[in-house]
């Protein structure tokens, strides 16, 4: 079955760029239907949508962080990854990568990485 | 603000039945996902499309739409069933963008 992992630094400085990569295995980035996503969750409150990358490059990101957010496919390696830029403390956050799923039965989050804590923080 | 409102918190004695809703403009075009959340676990999919089960989830739980309101229904709640809900769907403009909802603490009592 499809699972995701994330990676990454758990501590980035102010005014750095986060860089994470989820890394995808036991099926293929490529494949039609999904869009690869990224969510975060400020500690003790809820789900923020970032953006997500069908294997083509295709993006959709959140208005809110679009100035500052970068996502990027990797196919030859199953990963894909997010750049944020400029970073502050209201970036501290658990950040999930995350399939979204494309069908005839409806569309959704289907499966998820374990999360990743990310602290700014000089 | 989230485009998608959710009460903050609703409570339901054991074996009992809960609706959890979720307002906004968009769910009247597009179908809302629900997705449950334990402390220190990443969400899980619970509902999705018209009234959607992933292999797995308890058939206790139930999907359904009106107007601008979706609605998770857990039919004789759990006590594992305690956690937070979140729905989500296309933002109001109905274009590729996502959204969430602010979630739902489920207590069950």
């Known amino acids: 079955q499809v699972q995701l992992q994330e990676s990454g630094p758990g501590l980035v400085k102010p005014s750095q760029t986060l860089s994470l990569t989820c890394t995808v295995s036991?099926?293929?980035?490529?494949?039609?239907?999904?869009?690869w996503s990224w969510i975060r969750q400020h500690p003790g409150k809820g789900l923020e949508w970032i953006g997500y990358?069908?294997?083509?490059?295709?993006?959709y990101y959140n208005p809110s962080l679009k100035s500052r957010v970068t996502i990027s496919v990797d196919t030859s390696k199953n990963q894909f990854s997010l750049k944020l830029s400029s970073v502050t403390a209201a970036d501290t956050a658990v950040y999930y990568c995350?399939?979204?799923?494309?069908?005839?039965?409806?569309?959704?989050?289907?499966?998820w990485g374990q999360g990743t804590m990310v602290t700014v923080s000089s | 603000s989230s485009e998608l409102t959710q009460d903050p918190a609703v409570s339901v004695a054991l074996g009992q039945t809960v609706r959890i809703t979720c307002q906004g403009d968009s769910l009247r075009s597009y179908y809302a996902s629900w997705y449950q959340q334990k402390p220190g676990q990443a969400p899980v999919l619970v509902i999705y499309g018209k009234n959607n089960r992933p292999s797995g989830i308890p058939d206790r739980f139930s999907g359904s739409s009106s107007g601008n309101t979706a609605s998770l229904t857990i039919t004789g709640a759990q006590a594992e069933d305690e956690a937070d809900y979140y729905c989500n769907s296309r933002d109001s403009s109905g274009n590729h963008l996502r959204v969430f909802g602010g979630g739902t603490k489920l207590t069950v009592l």
């Open positions: 995350a399939r979204h799923s494309y069908g005839p039965l409806g569309d959704a989050f289907d499966i």
């Open positions: 990358i069908y294997y083509s490059g295709s993006t």
């Open positions: 036991g099926g293929s980035i490529s494949s039609g239907g999904y869009y």
